[in-house]
């Protein structure tokens, strides 16, 4: 694994004292903000961690290597990448092979952190079931992910583009528990409401935390789904967003709009009609989720 894996030195501290480890996704430094304000929101999410008692691992692929923690510099370079690869599970080899840039994606950060025995993994919202699915056959590898890789998985939902109905009837099958922090209702990343309910409403970190241990200890493999709402100073109507999203997705598929390219056209067509709002909420809840994981993953560390 040393030919493909590199460690930050700080997530290298954190691996020899036992200190408790979140993993982050790169996609969100790569795609949504301009350089450098992609860089500078990186930063504060690595902080927020910190600040709660965890190291963060920022994961990408970067000159050949799967990155567990980008050090600062190379965080600076690679938020100023350009043809950077967004990147799934079956991206992974053709990345290292190549020593093309890539941003992992859900799927691919979960492995990752799996790999690099890291439990806890923080993102903005998951991937799931796509809206006419009975015609694309679109499901986001995300979902496989979930059911095989044993990373608790902390997120504002599913992405609002999604048919969330059968995302959440394809968790089951997969026996993938889906529970709500402080909430019963599963959110849809911009919104805290959706017409759907979460499995289980846990509103104490502690018991989440006891919750994984015993799935895992059991040989339950797979993840786990943490569902918290977006703040609610940033949350934007469920109607409004619905119908908005609903235009953005016909307008895309007008234009031929598919595969991994869908979900970063919605995001830039869903920034532009609501003026740069949808941005501020995204960055409010990748944080919001990113506080909720350190203090998950202080929780599970400590026992």
């Not at 944080?287 to 203090?295: G, I, V």
């Amino acid at each position: 694994m040393r030919r493909y894996v590199s460690y930050s030195e700080e997530v290298i501290e954190a691996m020899k004292y036992d200190k408790p480890l979140v993993a982050l996704e790169s996609t969100i430094i790569t795609y949504g903000m301009p350089f450098p304000e992609n860089v500078q929101a990186a930063r504060e999410v690595q902080q927020i961690v910190r600040d709660h008692g965890a190291v963060p691992a920022t994961i990408a692929i970067m000159d050949g290597k799967i990155k567990i923690g980008l050090s600062d510099e190379e965080l600076e370079r690679f938020g100023d990448s350009k043809g950077v690869v967004k990147a799934s599970r079956r991206d992974i080899s053709y990345l290292i092979a190549t020593k093309k840039p890539g941003a992992t994606t859900v799927a691919a950060s979960m492995f990752f952190a799996d790999l690099a025995r890291i439990r806890v993994f923080t993102t903005g919202a998951i991937g799931g079931v796509h809206r006419g699915v009975e015609e694309t056959m679109d499901i986001s590898a995300d979902l496989d992910e979930f059911a095989r890789t044993s990373v608790a998985v902390v997120c504002s939902g599913a992405k609002s583009i999604l048919d969330l109905g059968k995302t959440l009837e394809y968790l089951e099958t997969k026996g993938v528990p889906v529970m709500g922090y402080q909430t019963d209702i599963f959110p849809a990343f911009y919104t805290r409401s959706s017409a759907h309910h979460v499995d289980y409403q846990i509103d104490d970190i502690d018991m989440i935390a006891e919750m994984l241990r015993v799935k895992w200890n059991l040989g339950l493999e797979g993840s786990a789904i943490i569902a918290n709402p977006i703040p609610e100073q940033y949350a934007m109507d469920e109607q409004y967003m619905e119908k908005l999203v609903s235009d953005a997705l016909q307008e895309a598929k007008e234009l031929g709009v598919t595969g991994k390219e869908l979900t970063p056209h919605m995001l830039k067509k869903v920034q532009q009609l609501t003026g740069g709002k949808s941005l501020e909420a995204n960055i409010a809840l990748v944080k919001s989720n990113a506080e909720l994981a350190a203090k998950l993953a202080v929780s599970f560390n400590g026992n």
